[in-house]
């Protein structure tokens, strides 16, 4: 039997900002063993985490953005606990970032939604604005708008190209990627019947900016990927009117059946 390592972090936000903050993971054994994937235990606990802040916001009747931030600066002015193992300041950081370079106060234009999401990972910070449309029943990401903080940028054309690689290859997952077992068996076996995303299905911008700091570099391939689950489950959930709990979201489907 394969014991998965569990996702959960349970120092991480919004531990820190949430009084009686309790968290708890259940193993599952399992006979399939793992494989590579990018940003390994962070990619769906996000999804699931920055969903739910968004639904914490809108029965708070609050704009998810300034939500967060309002836990944010609790965590930096009163924490709730000692061992949180993120830094309030620069997880804001991305948040206002990713708020200013969208243009998240002016209200899309046409029948564009959007979705927003941020996580910590790897020892950097992620943010994403995703933008979308519905076009004969299909999603079609128009924009992406990301901000990362990921200490002092080394070489910023390959950190923008792995940020760029890290949306795509989310939206693609997050939409599509699904392989169902049989009997332990993969019934997908090649890419002839495993739903990837097409070039023609990618973001048609994708706007990148670094948070400026003199911090030591930390992790930059992997930290833009987990966000980007959240933020197309929340610009679905205001294109659609419907939440959506099991991914992938579309999986074969060619159309949103939700």
Request: aromatic fraction near 8%; include cysteine; charge should be neutral.
């Amino acid at each position: 039997m394969v014991f998965l390592k569990a996702p959960l972090h349970a120092n991480r936000f919004p531990a820190g900002a949430i009084d009686n903050y309790l968290a708890e993971d259940w193993s599952i054994e399992s006979n399939i063993t793992i494989g590579a994937f990018r940003a390994p235990r962070s990619n769906f606990i996000a999804a699931a985490e920055q969903s739910f802040l968004d639904e914490l916001a809108e029965a708070m009747k609050k704009d998810p953005i300034e939500m967060r931030l309002e836990l944010l600066r609790k965590a930096k002015a009163s924490p709730v606990g000692k061992n949180n193992d993120y830094d309030a300041d620069r997880y804001a950081g991305v948040l206002e970032l990713v708020r200013d370079k969208s243009g998240w106060a002016n209200k899309p234009k046409g029948k564009v939604h959007r979705g927003v999401a941020a996580y910590f990972c790897h020892a950097s910070y992620a943010a994403h604005v995703l933008e979308l449309t519905v076009e004969d029943g299909k999603p079609v990401v128009q924009k992406v708008t990301s901000a990362i903080d990921c200490g002092i940028v080394v070489n910023p054309d390959a950190a923008a190209n792995m940020t760029e690689g890290a949306v795509i290859d989310g939206i693609g997952n997050a939409l599509f990627g699904e392989m169902p077992f049989k009997n332990g068996v993969p019934e997908k076996t090649n890419f002839h019947n495993y739903r990837m995303i097409r070039m023609s299905e990618a973001p048609k911008v994708i706007d990148v900016h670094f948070v400026k700091n003199e911090i030591s570099p930390t992790g930059m391939g992997e930290p833009p990927f987990p966000p980007i689950f959240g933020a197309v489950a929340n610009a679905l959930y205001k294109a659609t009117g419907k939440r959506v709990y099991n991914q992938p979201f579309l999986g074969d489907k060619q159309e949103l059946g939700m």
